[in-house]
Nanobody
Framework: VQLQASGGGLVQAGGSLRLSCAAS????????MGWFRQAPRKEREFVAA????????NYADSVKGRFTISRDNAKNTVYLQMNSLKPEDTADYYC????????????????????WGQGAQVTVSS
């Protein structure tokens, strides 16, 4: 599985961005996807995850109500809509694929994910 993230950039606090992650290589609609982020000098942290058909979503408490994960299986793409952005959301954002997990799950544990894309940098200015 190859994952290509895009859509990062610089935005003012309170603004919005949408990240996209295009997948190729294996049947996209058979595995869960997740977004994680890593800020400078901090550990990687879970942001959001979505099950194979979008029926289950999972969010970190820090982004609930502001971020929305979705997927379009016809386009082999998962999205992360980020609204009401805060300076503390500044990080490199990574999409990941869980190709061996249980169908219907959307895990927060990064160890569940076996493929990772490159980071998309998001910078939120105050």
């Amino acid at each position: 599985v190859q994952l290509q993230a895009s859509g990062g950039g610089l935005v003012q606090a309170g603004g919005s961005l949408r990240l996209s992650c295009a997948a190729s290589g294996r049947t996209f609609n058979r595995y869960a996807m997740g977004w994680f982020r890593q800020a400078p000098r901090k550990e990687r942290e879970f942001v959001a995850a979505i099950s194979w058909n979008g029926g289950v979503t999972n969010y970190a408490d820090s982004v609930k109500g502001r971020f929305t994960i979705s997927r379009d299986n016809a386009k082999n793409t998962v999205y992360l809509q980020m609204n009401s952005l805060k300076p503390e959301d500044t990080a490199d954002y990574y999409c990941a694929a869980d190709t061996y997990g249980v169908l219907g799950e959307a895990y927060a544990d990064p160890d569940e994910y076996d493929y990772w894309g490159q980071g998309a940098q998001v910078t939120v200015s105050s």
